[in-house]
């Protein structure tokens, strides 16, 4: 009997969960930044919407994907725009809000 082909089996068995649970914790990684960019980039449309007299609403929704609109709010205060948007989830029960801010004042 040779135990080797055994003993493999087990490893196997035992590294794949780990494997898929750093998969998972790199996927939601990439996700967090993806969404700091996306939240940068919807808080400068905003913004720009704001000094053209444009709803910002619209216009921050507008600038993200799809899936981080679901989460989304935008603060307009006297001369910055605020966004707050909500990473989309890989791993269950995580959950993370990103706020990003744009100055919108006229130079």
Do not use: K, N, Y
């Amino acid at each position: 009997m040779d135990r080797s082909r055994g003993q493999a089996s087990i490893e196997t068995a035992l590294l794949l969960p780990a494997l898929l649970a750093l998969t998972l914790a790199c996927w939601q990684a990439l996700l967090v930044g993806w969404t700091a960019i996306a939240a940068e980039h919807a808080a400068r449309a905003a913004a720009h919407a704001r000094l053209v007299g444009a709803p910002v609403q619209p216009a921050a929704a507008g600038a993200l994907p799809g899936a981080m609109r679901g989460g989304l709010r935008v603060i307009a205060s006297d001369g910055a725009v605020s966004v707050r948007v909500s990473v989309p989830r890989v791993i269950p029960g995580f959950s993370l809000l990103l706020t990003a801010d744009a100055a919108a004042v006229e130079q």
